[in-house]
C-alpha cells in the first residue's frame, strides 16, 4: 500500500538538504546568475553530506535510501535553483543509476563507487545538434577496432560538459539499424580526443553548466561498452525514465519557491487598501499553484514508490515529469504575474523561476513527447515490455 508520510529518516533527510540550501545556495544565486557562474564548491558539499549517491546501494559507495529519498533531494535543491537539482540529475538519474541499472561488477567498481561517493561527477550524452526527441537519427558513430571503438561526433545541450569526469556516450555502431544500431559507451573526459566547450546566450539555468562534448577519434575500450551492441536506445530510454523522475521531482521545488514567494509578495504588497491577497483573481493564482503542489508530490511520489517495488513506471513517469513541468511552468509565470511590475526584474527571484522553467518542459522529453506518450498509452497504441534488467528494489509485496 502506497504510504504518504515520510519515514524519520527522510524527514531528517529533508531537513538536511533544506538548511543546506538556504545556507549554501539562496544567499548566493542571485550573484550567480547574473554572472553566468556555475559553484562547483556547491558540489562538493552535498558530496561530502554523501548526497551524490542518496539511493546508490552502500556496496558501491552510495547511502543505501531509497529512490523518493532522491526526490527530497532533488525538490529540495530545486527550491535553492535549477542549476543544482539539475547536476544531481545529471550526475545520479542518468549516469549512477544506469551504471547500477547496466553495468557490469568491473564498471561498477571504476566508476559507480567513485561516483556515488562524489569523488567523480558523471554526464550523460545523448542529444546531438541534428537529434534530440528522434534520439535514433544520431551521428555520432562508433567502429570497432580490436578491443576498442573509435567513437566521432558531437554532442549538444550537455548538463555538466565541463565538469564530468564520465560521460555515457550513445553512438551507432549500425546506422542503418537506427535505434537497434545504438550502443552506450563509458568515456571518460581524460581520454584523448574528448573536448568540451560551454553553451553562451541560455534563456535559463545561467548559474547552471551546459555545454558541447565533441569526440574525435576517441578510443574507447570494449570493456566500457554498457549492456551489448545494439542495446543502446534501449538503456537510454531506461536511462530517461530516471532522469524524467529527478526533474519532476525538481518540478515539484520550483512550484514550491514560486508559491512560496507568492504568498509572501500577496501579503505584504497593498493595493486599494488591502493585501492583494484579499484579491480573488489573485487568490486564484495561488489556489492554483497549491493544488498543481499537491497534485505534482502525488505522482512523484507514486512513480518513486513504483520504483522502490521493482516495477516498470514508464507510463507513470513520463505523466509525473509532464504534469509537473508544466504545472511549475505555468506557477512560475502567474507568480510574475502577481508581482507585476516588480516581478519583470530580478530584485524578485520568480523571473529566474520563470526563465528556468522553460528548461523543465523542454529536456528529458519535451511536453509534446509526454503527451504523445500518454495519449498513446490511453488508446492502447503503446505498451510497455518488461524488462531484463531493473534497478535494485527497495520494497517488497
Known amino acids: 500500500m502506497l504510504d504518504f508520510s515520510l519515514s524519520q529518516e527522510q ?29 562547483l564548491g ?41 542549476a543544482y537539482r539539475t547536476a544531481v540529475s545529471v550526475h545520479i538519474g542518468l549516469n549512477s543509476m544506469t551504471l547500477l541499472q547496466w553495468g557490469t561488477e568491473e564498471q561498477k567498481q571504476k566508476y559507480l563507487v567513485p561516483q556515488a561517493q562524489g569523488k567523480q561527477l558523471g554526464a550523460f550524452a545523448l542529444t546531438e545538434p541534428d537529434a534530440g526527441s528522434d534520439a535514433g537519427s544520431i551521428r555520432t558513430r562508433a567502429v570497432k577496432d580490436g578491443d576498442s571503438y573509435i567513437l566521432n561526433g558531437s554532442k549538444i545541450w550537455i548538463s555538466m560538459a565541463s565538469y564530468a569526469d564520465n560521460f555515457i556516450v550513445f553512438a551507432s555502431v549500425d546506422p542503418e539499424q537506427k535505434h537497434r544500431g545504438m ?10 580526443g574528448v573536448t568540451t566547450r560551454p553553451i553562451k546566450g541560455k534563456l535559463g539555468i545561467h548559474g547552471g553548466d551546459t555545454g558541447e562534448v565533441i569526440l574525435t577519434d576517441v578510443r574507447v575500450p570494449a570493456a566500457n561498452r554498457l549492456g551489448e551492441d545494439g542495446e543502446g536506445f534501449k538503456i537510454a530510454m531506461a536511462a530517461l525514465d530516471n532522469g524524467r523522475f529527478t ?43 497549491q493544488a498543481g503542489l499537491e497534485t505534482s508530490q502525488l505522482l512523484v511520489y507514486r512513480s518513486g514508490w ?47 523561476f520563470l526563465r528556468n522553467s522553460k528548461a523543465l518542459v523542454i529536456y528529458e522529453g519535451t511536453r509534446e513527447i509526454h503527451t504523445i506518450m500518454q495519449a498513446d498509452y490511453a488508446l492502447g497504441y503503446r505498451v510497455d515490455k518488461p524488462v531484463n534488467r531493473m534497478l535494485p528494489a527497495w520494497l517488497e509485496d
Open 11 to 39: 524527514q531528517e533527510l529533508q531537513a538536511l538538504v533544506r538548511k543546506f540550501t538556504k545556507a549554501e545556495i539562496l544567499p548566493y544565486i542571485q550573484k550567480w546568475d547574473e554572472e553566468h557562474h556555475f559553484e
Open 42 to 82: 556547491v558540489v562538493k558539499k552535498l558530496a561530502d553530506l554523501g548526497l551524490l549517491g542518496v539511493c546508490i546501494p552502500e556496496q558501491y559507495g552510495g547511502a543505501g535510501m531509497d529512490y523518493n529519498s532522491l526526490a527530497i533531494v532533488c525538490d529540495e535543491l530545486e527550491y535553492g535553483d535549477t
Open 183 to 192: 550502443s552506450a559507451f563509458i568515456v571518460e573526459r581524460s581520454f584523448t
Open 247 to 289: 526533474v519532476a521531482a525538481g518540478a515539484v521545488g520550483l512550484i514550491r519557491a514560486s508559491l512560496d514567494a507568492s504568498v509572501k509578495y500577496a501579503l505584504e504588497r497593498k493595493t486599494f487598501g488591502v493585501e492583494i491577497g484579499r484579491h480573488q483573481l489573485v487568490q486564484q493564482m495561488i489556489a492554483k499553484m
Open 306 to 352: 513504483l520504483k522502490n517495488k521493482g516495477v516498470r513506471n514508464t507510463r507513470e513517469t513520463s505523466l509525473a515529469k509532464w504534469m509537473a513541468s508544466d504545472i511549475a511552468f505555468d506557477s512560475a509565470s502567474d507568480a510574475v504575474q502577481i508581482h507585476g511590475a516588480y516581478g519583470y526584474s530580478n530584485e524578485y527571484p520568480v523571473e529566474r
